[in-house]
């Protein structure tokens, strides 16, 4: 039973460019995180989808930044005209229907230059 | 506000000492509470976790925890530090919201080990 997928591992874009993360949960999970970890700095929540809603985004900059999660495929992170500041480690993480524990994925880490 | 804070920001022991990670919380409830670990440029690998029951916690890699809900601690153990267990720890907490959960993690603690 694969875990959380997470790919492209490393992502390095120029400023204004876009970047698209993309996360796969786990097999039978149905609910997806993200999570943004900046340098020297704990996780924090950004957005939580089901399948093909969003459930709660308020942990997302209001401008920018978009998540979906079809009926079919992996769960993207959408970041439009990416900053320096934008460089950060993105998490996903999935559960099933009755859990509270929550499987991470190996993580992204954007690099804008 | 629920909130997740780990005091320590950096903790160095020597090889073979006992370690104590602090965590404290704060919820309305009994919170659910996780314990994980991330070596550099990996994720995270959870040690342990705490639903109810039994407060002292045993996880993996020889780790444990217990859970005070009168000091509203969550502090992380392990008796003989081992090279590599050097790592960063968070602890994080389950915000209940709206009937799903998302995780508030603290800050970390980077723990580094002496030969």
């Known amino acids: 039973n694969a875990g959380v997928m997470q790919n492209p591992r490393h992502l390095v874009r120029r400023r204004g460019q876009e970047a698209r993360l993309r996360c796969s949960p786990m097999?039978?999970?149905?609910?997806v995180y993200w999570y943004r970890q900046l340098p020297e700095e704990g996780l924090k929540f950004m957005v939580y989808?089901?399948?093909?809603?969003?459930?709660?985004e308020s942990g997302m900059p209001k401008e920018r930044f978009s998540a979906e999660f079809p009926k079919e495929g992996p769960s993207i992170l959408r970041i439009q005209q990416v900053v320096r500041g934008d460089s950060a480690a993105y998490f996903c993480?999935?559960?099933?229907?009755?859990?509270?524990?929550?499987?991470f994925g190996p993580g992204t880490r954007l690099t804008v230059l | 506000a629920q909130s997740v804070t780990q005091p320590d920001i950096h903790i160095t022991v020597s090889e073979g000492a006992s370690l104590e990670l602090r965590c404290n919380y704060s919820?309305?409830?009994?919170?659910?509470l996780f314990w994980y670990v991330q070596s550099p440029g990996q994720g995270l690998q959870l040690l342990l976790k705490?639903?109810?029951?039994?407060?002292l916690v045993q996880g993996i890699k020889g780790f444990e925890a217990e859970f005070k809900r009168s000091q509203s601690s969550f502090n992380l153990r392990k008796p003989s530090v081992h090279w590599s267990d050097a790592a960063e720890y968070f602890c994080?907490?389950?915000?209940?919201?709206?009937?799903?959960?998302?995780?508030?993690f603290g800050a970390g603690t980077r723990l580094a080990v002496h030969p």
């Open positions: 993480a999935s559960s099933g229907e009755l859990d509270n524990e929550q499987f």
């Open positions: 705490y639903f109810s029951g039994d407060t």
């Open positions: 097999k039978g999970h149905s609910h």
């Open positions: 989808l089901q399948k093909e809603n969003i459930i709660d």
């Open positions: 919820y309305g409830a009994t919170p659910y």
């Open positions: 994080a907490g389950v915000m209940f919201s709206g009937g799903y959960n998302k995780l508030i």
